[in-house]
Structures are given as C-alpha cells and as structure tokens.
C-alpha cells in the first residue's frame, strides 16, 4: 500500500468532540499541513474542544452539527461556507449513536434515534455536501460501520424490515437491534452512494470500514458501572480489542492513502484489509430500496426541498 498523499487536503470528520474522530483528526492533522474540520454536537462545545486540539499543539476547525436535527445537517454547508470553506477533498462520517436506554428514543423529526443519527441525517450531509466534493481533490467519502451489521454477530441479530425502519411495532426496539441495523443502512447507503456518483459521472469515491473493536470509547455506550470498568481497563488488554491509536491509523489510511485514488470505490475495510460485508447488505434492491426511502424522510428540510439523489 501506498503512503498517505503530500498534497494538502481539506478533511472533515464528522462527530469530533470525543471517541475516534478526535485520535484520528489529530493524526490526520499531524501529517497533513491542509486543513481538518471536525464538526460537534452544539455550539456550546465548540469552543473548548477547539482549545483541547490547541493545547495539543493541533490546528483543527471545530464546527457545530447535531445530527438528531436534519435543520442543523441543512444549515452546514452555510457554516462551512461562513469559515471561507468552498471545497472537500475528504469526509469521514465517524458520529454515531450507540444507545444506552432500553427505551425508543425519538428525535424532534420523529425518527428513532440511531437511525436518524447515524444514517439519515449523515447521507443529507453526503448530498448537501456533493457540491463541495466536486471542487476536491481525489474527492471520498469514508463511512463507518461495523462488524456487528454481521447476522452472526453476538448480541440480538440485525433484523432491517422496511415495513418498520423506525422500530415501532410493539417489541421490535431493541438498541442492539437499533445499532446494527444502523450500520447494515449505512453499507447500503455507501453502496449505492456509489452508484449514484458513477451514474452522474462525479469523480466522488465512498468506501466504508470497521475500525475494529474499541472498547475505550465504547464504554461510552453503557450505563452499568461495572461493563464501563471492564470496557475502560480490562478489554483493552485482550487479544480482540483495538486500541484508540490503532484505529484512529486506519481512520488516517482510509482518509489519506492514496491507493484510494487508483481503485473504484464501494469497497468494505476491516482495519486497513479490505474483507467482505454481509451478502444482505450487498442486495442492489436493498440498496435502492434504502435510498429511494431515506431521501423522502430527509428532502423537505434541503433548500431545495427536492433531493436529487436518485439512483437510474
Ligand atoms: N468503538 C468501537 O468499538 C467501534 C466499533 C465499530 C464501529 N465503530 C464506529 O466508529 C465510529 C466512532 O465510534 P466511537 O467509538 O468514537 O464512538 P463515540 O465515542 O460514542 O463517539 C461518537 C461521536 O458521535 C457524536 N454524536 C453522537 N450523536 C450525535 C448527534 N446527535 N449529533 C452530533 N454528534 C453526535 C458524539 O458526540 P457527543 O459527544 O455530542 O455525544 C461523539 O463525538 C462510530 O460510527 C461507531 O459506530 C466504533
């Protein structure tokens, strides 16, 4: 594999106030002199995270983007726009939620929490910031998923049903569920991301990746003190867990690497290999089916109203 590139880049990292997009905007910053924005939840933060990356001798832009409010995604591209940002070369879409109550959340757009978070809202930045993208350099998108969109991964199955994205049908929340079927979305919506970049001849590539198991910032997503002492001091130790450092270097090789450049996109990377997904979340119809859904949830709070995100 290729180095990561000497050409100054424009890279934002969704989802920057804490977990891996801060160990991966530093590393990112710390090797490219162009310039790194991380977006944060509210306005309120943005300050003393701007001052936490500062303190660390680290220039990063720290913008306000709350991703439970599809009027906040709207208004970004006039933030990015207010700070003299007219271009991309890369986003990673590292927020996400993994929920810790054992009750459906709903977002004031009515949609349940961790789709809205960590789908919805992220593929309305993906076509509000498309025009931003095509003025970049080697232009991607990276998206993060998981290895637990796998149906035999431990805990409740995926369990995706179209007639019910939203989980509500008695008994059919479940946070695991919630999250999984989350990161099943966002490998449909990376596939056919892709799609739609190559129909319209936009030199856009998306990829995803796992950045593998991190218990460190996952113990974040739990409310029992005990799994968040195991999460925090003694996972960390085992042979399966990844650590902050070592993902925030795939984070860096996905954002950066060159070889990017040379292949079509719409691939899957656990850590820096790229690996299979699940054959669920490769079906076209799906894919589409996803999209052509997800952009009508979104599309009356775009300044057009319209979404032009529409796969041939
Ligand atoms: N850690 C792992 O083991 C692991 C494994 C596989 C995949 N991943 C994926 O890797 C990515 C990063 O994970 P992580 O461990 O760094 O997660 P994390 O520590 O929980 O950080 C999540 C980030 O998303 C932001 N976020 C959540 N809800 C938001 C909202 N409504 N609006 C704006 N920002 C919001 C959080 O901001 P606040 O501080 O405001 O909440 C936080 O900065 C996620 O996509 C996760 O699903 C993680």
């Given at each position: 594999?290729?180095?990561?590139?000497?050409?100054?880049?424009?890279?934002?990292?969704?989802?920057?106030?804490?977990?891996?997009?801060?160990?991966?905007?530093?590393?990112?910053?710390?090797?490219?002199?162009?310039?790194?924005?991380?977006?944060?939840?509210?306005?309120?933060?943005?300050?003393?995270?701007?001052?936490?990356?500062?303190?660390?001798?680290?220039?990063?832009?720290?913008?306000?983007?709350?991703?439970?409010?599809?009027?906040?995604?709207?208004?970004?591209?006039?933030?990015?726009?207010?700070?003299?940002?007219?271009?991309?070369?890369?986003?990673?879409?590292?927020?996400?939620?993994?929920?810790?109550s054992p009750e459906r959340?709903?977002?004031?757009?009515?949609?349940?929490?961790?789709?809205?978070?960590?789908?919805?809202?992220?593929?309305?930045?993906?076509?509000?910031?498309?025009?931003?993208?095509?003025?970049?350099?080697?232009?991607?998108?990276?998206?993060?998923?998981?290895?637990?969109?796998?149906?035999?991964?431990?805990?409740?199955?995926?369990?995706?049903?179209?007639?019910?994205?939203?989980?509500?049908?008695?008994?059919?929340?479940?946070?695991?569920?919630?999250?999984?079927?989350?990161?099943?979305?966002?490998?449909?919506?990376?596939?056919?991301?892709?799609?739609?970049?190559?129909?319209?001849?936009?030199p856009i590539k998306v990829?995803?990746?796992?950045?593998?198991?991190?218990?460190?910032?996952?113990?974040?997503?739990?409310?029992?003190?005990?799994?968040?002492?195991?999460?925090?001091?003694?996972?960390?130790?085992?042979?399966?867990?990844?650590?902050?450092?070592?993902?925030?270097?795939?984070?860096?090789?996905?954002?950066?690497?060159?070889?990017?450049?040379?292949?079509?996109?719409?691939?899957?990377?656990?850590?820096?290999?790229?690996?299979?997904?699940?054959?669920?979340?490769?079906?076209?119809?799906?894919?589409?089916?996803?999209?052509?859904?997800?952009?009508?949830?979104?599309?009356?709070?775009?300044?057009?109203?319209?979404?032009?995100?529409?796969?041939?």
């Amino acid at each position: 594999m290729s180095q990561p590139t000497t050409i100054k880049k424009t890279v934002l990292l969704t989802g920057g106030g804490r977990g891996l997009a801060v160990a991966a905007a530093e590393k990112i910053a710390a090797v490219d002199n162009g310039e790194v924005i991380v977006t944060v939840r509210s306005k309120s933060q943005v300050e003393s995270v701007q001052a936490g990356f500062k303190q660390k001798g680290f220039s990063v832009r720290v913008l306000p983007l709350a991703f439970d409010d599809f009027a906040s995604v709207a208004a970004f591209p006039n933030e990015l726009r207010s700070n003299g940002i007219e271009s991309l070369d890369v986003v990673v879409l590292s927020a996400a939620v993994m929920q810790t109550s054992p009750e459906r959340r709903v977002t004031k757009n009515g949609f349940e929490e961790t789709l809205q978070v960590n789908v919805l809202s992220q593929l309305m930045l993906v076509e509000l910031l498309t025009e931003f993208l095509q003025r970049g350099n080697n232009p991607r998108i990276v998206t993060l998923t998981s290895r637990l969109h796998f149906p035999d991964s431990r805990g409740l199955p995926v369990d995706f049903s179209f007639d019910d994205p939203n989980l509500e049908s008695p008994g059919a929340y479940n946070p695991d569920r919630a999250y999984k079927n989350s990161k099943l979305a966002v490998l449909w919506m990376t596939y056919a991301l892709q799609d739609y970049f190559k129909q319209k001849q936009f030199p856009i590539k998306v990829n995803a990746f796992c950045p593998g198991f991190v218990p460190q910032t996952a113990a974040h997503s739990t409310k029992s003190w005990w799994t968040w002492f195991l999460l925090k001091f003694v996972i960390p130790h085992m042979s399966f867990a990844t650590s902050i450092d070592s993902a925030a270097e795939v984070y860096k090789f996905m954002a950066l690497d060159d070889s990017f450049n040379d292949v079509d996109g719409a691939g899957f990377y656990t850590e820096k290999v790229a690996a299979k997904s699940s054959d669920e979340s490769y079906d076209k119809e799906k894919q589409t089916r996803f999209l052509e859904w997800a952009v009508t949830q979104y599309e009356k709070f775009l300044p057009s109203g319209q979404s032009q995100l529409k796969l041939i």
